[in-house]
């Protein structure tokens, strides 16, 4: 579901301040830059507060965002709606103990790792990116939740790439999105 | 400078976020006692004191650039820049910002790294604050400092939740004043 459909007001303020950068990281990907909604403390504003009008008041106790554009996202949610906020990183990055989560790419593959103890099995959770893809990544971080035995209530993101089908790949997880783009 | 020096000395606020900062021996190699701000964002009170103090320190500075360094800097810059009406600008490492970049190389205990900001992201002008977890030798600050200035900004201060014993008594770094939460603690504190 995503509130573009939804038509929300602040959804096409949001649209327009997302930069596609033809050609990055390779040949024929059009990346989809949040960095200039930043640079818009109005239109970056209501992006968190269209999540946090979604999220307020479901329970939610914890918002796991993913490495590293989740952290820009995640936090300011968690904060508004009382949650605790749980970076999910590349190895080697967490000091502590972590439990690891491996996940397919085009060619070869990548890890997420989570702090063990961070999220207990009577955890509501939430999942952050700012993009879903092919979804992969989302579903590691899902796996992450689940192996320590908490709910995942939900995975969000600023923008959806439909025609990549990563809806279709999250163990029947509801994924919500503010943007579509094809 | 530390906060305690700087009207909140005895603040409790300042107390429960360094009680909510892990201590891990020996991260990444022996002998550093790594300060693990992870468990101060599972601390909602904690978290939320964190951005406030910064937020009550910034808000009528007339700040319109909250610069946050990857990875940690992403963490507490962007709720701040929110809450003080600035735009946030992510310091990233090489190869992860699509468009047109400035680089700043800076030097670690071994070798190099390089931080980058956009092309276009801050104008001459415009009153920064540069936001990271941590300082320790300052030159991943200093690097920061610099691509800001490069774009025509005023750096007015740089902000961390904690300051290593390399910055204790100085109260500026590359002439930029430096405001910090707390100092780091040894495993032993812990309770």
Excluded at chain 1, 21 to 45: E, W, Y
Excluded at chain 2, 73 to 83: D, E, H, W
């Amino acid at each position: 579901m995503s509130a573009y459909k939804d038509k929300d007001p602040r959804i096409h303020g949001i649209k327009a301040r997302i930069r596609v950068v033809p050609d990055f990281p390779k040949p024929g990907i059009m990346f989809q830059d949040i960095t200039t909604l930043l640079l818009d403390p109005s239109a970056f504003k209501d992006t968190i507060d269209l999540f946090v009008e979604r999220y307020k008041g479901r329970n939610i106790s914890v918002v796991a965002g993913v490495e590293a554009r989740g952290f820009i996202f995640g936090p300011p949610i968690a904060l508004a709606i009382g949650a605790k906020f749980v970076p999910l990183r590349k190895p080697g990055k967490l000091p502590g103990q972590v439990i690891s989560e491996k996940y397919v790419l085009e060619y070869g593959s990548d890890c997420l790792q989570m702090h063990v103890g961070a999220v207990e099995p009577d955890d509501r959770a939430l999942v952050v990116d700012d993009l879903v893809a092919t979804g992969g990544t989302l579903c590691a971080a899902i796996n992450l939740l689940e192996r320590v035995g908490a709910q995942v209530v939900e995975c969000t993101c600023v923008i959806e790439l439909p025609d990549l089908k990563g809806r279709e790949r999250l163990n029947g997880k509801p994924l919500y999105v503010l943007v579509e783009s094809h | 400078m530390f906060a305690a020096e700087n009207g909140l000395k005895g603040d409790p606020r300042l107390e429960a976020i360094s009680r909510a900062i892990r201590v891990v021996p020996h991260f990444p190699k022996p002998g550093i006692m790594f300060q693990d701000i992870t468990t101060l964002l599972l601390d909602h009170k904690a978290f939320k004191d964190t951005v406030e103090i910064f937020v009550d320190r910034y808000r009528d500075m007339d700040i319109s650039v909250v610069a946050g360094v990857e990875a940690r800097g992403f963490m507490f810059g962007p709720s701040i820049a929110l809450a003080i009406g600035a735009k946030f600008v992510p310091l990233r490492k090489p190869r992860k910002l699509p468009g047109e970049v400035f680089s700043e190389e800076y030097v670690l205990e071994y070798g190099t790294d390089c931080l980058q900001m956009h092309v276009g992201a801050v104008q001459a002008g415009e009153r920064a604050i540069v936001i990271d977890d941590l300082v320790a030798t300052g030159g991943t600050l200093s690097a920061a400092i610099k691509l800001l200035e490069r774009a025509g900004a005023e750096v007015v201060e740089c902000g961390c939740v904690i300051g290593l014993p390399e910055v204790k008594g100085q109260r500026r770094l590359d002439g930029k004043p430096l405001y910090i939460l707390v100092e780091p603690r040894d495993i032993d504190d812990c309770c």
